[in-house]
């Protein structure tokens, strides 16, 4: 149990890199999008 609080702790702590963490998802995708469109042109 103590284990779990603490995890759950720690994954309050974390929420806010987890949004930074779906940013960085979302600027990979256009990342990714933009290397087809290159490719697209080459």
Known sequence: MSTFV???TS???H???G???TNAA???????LLVIV???IC
């Open 6 to 8: 603490g995890g759950t």
């Open 26 to 32: 979302v600027i990979l995708v256009l990342f990714i």
């Open 11 to 13: 994954g309050n702590h």
């Open 19 to 21: 949004h930074h963490g």
């Open 15 to 17: 929420h806010h890199h």
């Open 38 to 40: 290159v490719c697209a």
